[in-house]
């Protein structure tokens, strides 16, 4: 009684979902899956405090944002709180080195006496290789060693920023109607925009015929310039024009001949369409469910950057005694020792400097492996996070297809309850490759011909591996939040249905993915269009578009999410007055036009 699918139910892709007359949207009773995966996350969290508390425990940050005297202490903080600035005696000896021992010290700091200092000196001393009297040591060099200070013109800083929120809010405020107004305007867009394709493809049909024949006209023949380097010599023969008019014919033609026999698809993909921008109207708490993700995000990447840097800088500095001048006195036998400067009294220019941090303990030894752990756990945490966000707002989407009668029986907090859902239990997802090919690949890069092209493959390989599980993992969450079944089952459950409905899936995606597409430049361009300043106005594009990708996506996850229980609701009910559907009366036209399904019950 009037189920269409793009392929015999008993293929093998598995059968369709039977009918239960006791499901009506997410199950909330369901147990906690992926049990392994679960307590492999929970011990790579525990490991990731532990990793966090040694790095706090003998981490120092102040390494990196204080200069450290001769003697190790900081500029700026403690005792020299009101002195910032570090002063280099000799300038020179950062560059050349006469000490060879001092030099060849790993992570040797310029070999001269470093003081913390209020001000920069502003007059140009030169001290003897002698001069090492207390007198002496007081004099300085020119202001050019200092670090220029930064001055900012407040009222023009203030100014920018209030032009920038209020660009980021205008984006804001057209990235929202945009989704509203797509229930009532996505036909006309999606009409427009696929006969703009067509349209210009049909520009290109003409202007290649008229360069073929000015240049057929011209007799610019290929054979008369044969092979050259210089591929815009091409596009001055007739042969060229030609190629180029019979591949954009063959594919306007394609395009057209797709247009007229999967008008009915593109009607039914439109219907989501209009559908989701009604479950968003509904469900309005899904568009703040982006901030949740990036505050969560934020949470990740400030810990993963706090760690690193902890580790970074732990162990303690390491001094070591310097001849400043090794050609004076007995400063020949000076190679770089613990002992205080004191002990050579022969030496003038002997003294006790900060050479680098402890690179021996077994925090030290461990330091790489460490933050490579550092790394992993906080991909995965990242990852995490982003499938949370993805469950959470299909659970939520899922509800609102699966009440009978909308909006009455939407749940009271359909976010939330999604949410809740999905921390009851563990999902798993894959890692990009391209970050472990890119690791161990790009070192190699630079061999022969043959192998980048080999590479080049590998990575075009792993780049489709990448999209294909994306896709994979999409939609085995949005099954993961209906039914509560593990990664694996839901996975294999969504690909399976997604493959009978194979031609229904190309349609669907590729006319979102246009509607997205020009909604994304429609708030781009229309806000960064503006006559702002250079940087302000880079601030708002890239501000605009981050925030029409978090809309945007939030409305992406909800025409899949409406997608996969529309091809569910297919397979489960016939439409009868047994086995009602569940789509909206909207998409049950479209079937009911195209004869292959009956009209709804009226409720």
Request: aromatic share 12%.
């Given at each position: 009684?009037?189920?269409?699918?793009?392929?015999?139910?008993?293929?093998?892709y598995?059968?369709?979902?039977?009918?239960?007359?006791?499901?009506?949207?997410?199950?909330?009773?369901?147990?906690?899956?992926?049990?392994?995966?679960?307590?492999?996350?929970?011990?790579?969290?525990?490991?990731?405090?532990?990793?966090?508390?040694?790095?706090?425990?003998?981490?120092?940050?102040?390494?990196?944002?204080?200069?450290?005297?001769?003697?190790?202490?900081?500029?700026?903080?403690?005792?020299?709180?009101?002195k910032?600035?570090?002063?280099?005696?000799?300038?020179?000896?950062?560059?050349?080195?006469?000490?060879?021992?001092?030099t060849?010290?790993?992570?040797?700091?310029?070999?001269?006496?470093?003081?913390?200092?209020?001000?920069?000196?502003?007059?140009?001393?030169?001290?003897?290789?002698?001069?090492?009297s207390?007198?002496?040591?007081?004099?300085?060099?020119?202001?050019?060693?200092?670090?220029?200070?930064?001055?900012?013109e407040?009222?023009?800083?203030?100014?920018?920023?209030?032009?920038?929120?209020?660009?980021?809010?205008?984006?804001?405020?057209?990235?929202?109607?945009?989704?509203?107004?797509?229930?009532?305007t996505?036909?006309?867009?999606?009409?427009?925009?696929?006969?703009?394709?067509?349209?210009?493809?049909?520009?290109?049909?003409?202007?290649?015929?008229w360069?073929?024949?000015?240049?057929?006209?011209?007799?610019?023949?290929?054979?008369?310039?044969?092979?050259?380097?210089?591929?815009?010599?091409?596009?001055?023969?007739?042969?060229?024009?030609?190629?180029?008019?019979?591949?954009?014919?063959?594919?306007?033609?394609?395009?057209?001949?797709?247009l007229?026999?999967?008008?009915?698809?593109?009607?039914?993909?439109?219907?989501?369409?209009?559908?989701?921008?009604?479950?968003?109207?509904?469900?309005?708490?899904?568009?703040?469910?982006?901030?949740?993700?990036?505050?969560?995000?934020?949470?990740?990447?400030?810990?993963?950057?706090?760690?690193?840097?902890?580790?970074?800088?732990?162990?303690?500095?390491?001094?070591?005694?310097?001849?400043?001048n090794?050609?004076?006195?007995?400063?020949?036998?000076?190679?770089?020792?613990?002992?205080?400067?004191?002990?050579?009294?022969?030496?003038?220019?002997?003294?006790?400097?900060?050479?680098?941090?402890?690179?021996?303990?077994?925090?030290?030894?461990?330091?790489?492996?460490?933050?490579?752990?550092?790394?992993?756990?906080?991909?995965?945490?990242?990852?995490?996070?982003?499938?949370?966000?993805?469950?959470?707002?299909?659970?939520?989407?899922?509800?609102?297809?699966?009440?009978?009668?909308?909006?009455?029986?939407?749940?009271?907090?359909?976010?939330?309850?999604?949410?809740?859902?999905?921390?009851?239990?563990?999902?798993?997802?894959?890692?990009?490759?391209?970050?472990?090919?890119?690791?161990?690949?790009?070192?190699?890069?630079?061999?022969?011909?043959?192998?980048?092209?080999?590479?080049c493959?590998?990575?075009?390989?792993?780049?489709?591996?990448?999209?294909?599980?994306?896709?994979?993992?999409?939609?085995?969450?949005?099954?993961?939040?209906?039914?509560?079944?593990?990664?694996?089952?839901?996975?294999?459950?969504?690909?399976?249905?997604?493959?009978r409905?194979?031609?229904?899936?190309?349609?669907?995606?590729?006319?979102?993915?246009?509607?997205?597409?020009?909604?994304?430049?429609?708030?781009?361009?229309?806000?960064?269009?503006?006559?702002?300043?250079?940087?302000?106005?880079?601030?708002?594009?890239?501000?605009?578009?981050?925030?029409?990708?978090?809309?945007?996506?939030?409305?992406?996850?909800?025409?899949?999410?409406?997608?996969?229980?529309?091809?569910?609701d297919?397979?489960?009910?016939d439409?009868?007055?047994?086995?009602?559907?569940?789509?909206?009366?909207?998409?049950?036209?479209?079937?009911?036009?195209?004869?292959?399904?009956?009209?709804?019950?009226?409720?």
């Amino acid at each position: 009684m009037g189920k269409r699918r793009d392929s015999d139910p008993d293929s093998e892709y598995g059968e369709p979902a039977p009918y239960d007359p006791t499901f009506n949207g997410p199950i909330n009773k369901r147990g906690c899956t992926d049990i392994i995966c679960c307590i492999l996350f929970m011990a790579v969290i525990l490991g990731y405090m532990a990793v966090g508390i040694l790095a706090w425990l003998y981490g120092d940050p102040r390494h990196v944002l204080y200069a450290r005297n001769s003697t190790g202490w900081y500029c700026g903080t403690g005792p020299n709180k009101d002195k910032p600035n570090l002063f280099y005696f000799d300038i020179l000896k950062c560059a050349t080195s006469i000490n060879i021992m001092a030099t060849a010290l790993n992570g040797l700091q310029c070999p001269t006496t470093q003081v913390c200092v209020e001000s920069c000196p502003s007059t140009f001393w030169a001290v003897g290789l002698k001069a090492f009297s207390e007198e002496d040591k007081a004099k300085v060099f020119n202001q050019s060693l200092c670090v220029p200070s930064i001055n900012l013109e407040n009222t023009k800083f203030v100014g920018h920023i209030i032009v920038s929120f209020m660009g980021l809010l205008i984006a804001m405020v057209v990235s929202l109607l945009f989704l509203l107004l797509l229930r009532f305007t996505a036909p006309v867009l999606v009409w427009v925009l696929i006969l703009g394709v067509l349209g210009v493809g049909a520009y290109g049909i003409w202007h290649c015929y008229w360069e073929y024949d000015n240049h057929k006209q011209m007799s610019a023949s290929i054979n008369d310039i044969g092979f050259t380097t210089n591929f815009s010599v091409y596009l001055q023969v007739q042969e060229t024009w030609l190629a180029f008019l019979i591949i954009i014919s063959v594919v306007e033609a394609i395009l057209i001949l797709t247009l007229i026999f999967l008008r009915t698809r593109i009607l039914i993909a439109i219907a989501l369409i209009q559908e989701s921008s009604k479950a968003v109207s509904h469900i309005m708490s899904a568009l703040l469910y982006p901030v949740v993700t990036f505050v969560l995000l934020l949470i990740c990447v400030a810990y993963w950057g706090a760690t690193a840097l902890y580790l970074a800088t732990s162990g303690g500095p390491i001094h070591r005694v310097v001849a400043l001048n090794s050609t004076t006195g007995d400063c020949m036998s000076i190679n770089g020792t613990n002992f205080s400067s004191s002990d050579y009294p022969g030496c003038p220019s002997a003294r006790c400097i900060f050479i680098k941090y402890d690179d021996e303990s077994l925090l030290q030894k461990n330091l790489f492996n460490l933050q490579i752990y550092n790394a992993v756990a906080f991909l995965w945490c990242v990852n995490f996070v982003i499938a949370l966000g993805q469950c959470t707002l299909a659970g939520a989407f899922a509800s609102y297809y699966w009440a009978f009668n909308k909006p009455d029986d939407i749940p009271m907090f359909p976010v939330s309850g999604g949410f809740i859902r999905s921390l009851r239990r563990s999902k798993i997802k894959f890692r990009r490759c391209q970050i472990i090919t890119g690791y161990f690949i790009c070192p190699i890069e630079a061999q022969n011909p043959v192998a980048r092209f080999i590479l080049c493959c590998m990575k075009c390989c792993l780049w489709c591996l990448e999209k294909f599980i994306k896709f994979l993992n999409r939609n085995a969450y949005i099954m993961i939040a209906i039914y509560g079944k593990n990664f694996c089952v839901s996975a294999k459950n969504a690909f399976s249905l997604l493959m009978r409905n194979v031609v229904r899936v190309v349609v669907l995606d590729k006319v979102t993915d246009l509607l997205l597409f020009f909604g994304k430049l429609l708030v781009v361009g229309g806000v960064g269009k503006d006559d702002f300043r250079a940087l302000t106005r880079a601030t708002v594009v890239f501000g605009s578009y981050l925030i029409a990708l978090g809309f945007f996506s939030v409305y992406s996850m909800c025409v899949d999410t409406l997608f996969l229980c529309f091809l569910e609701d297919l397979e489960r009910n016939d439409g009868s007055l047994q086995k009602p559907y569940f789509m909206s009366k909207n998409l049950m036209k479209i079937l009911s036009k195209s004869n292959k399904a009956p009209k709804r019950d009226k409720r």
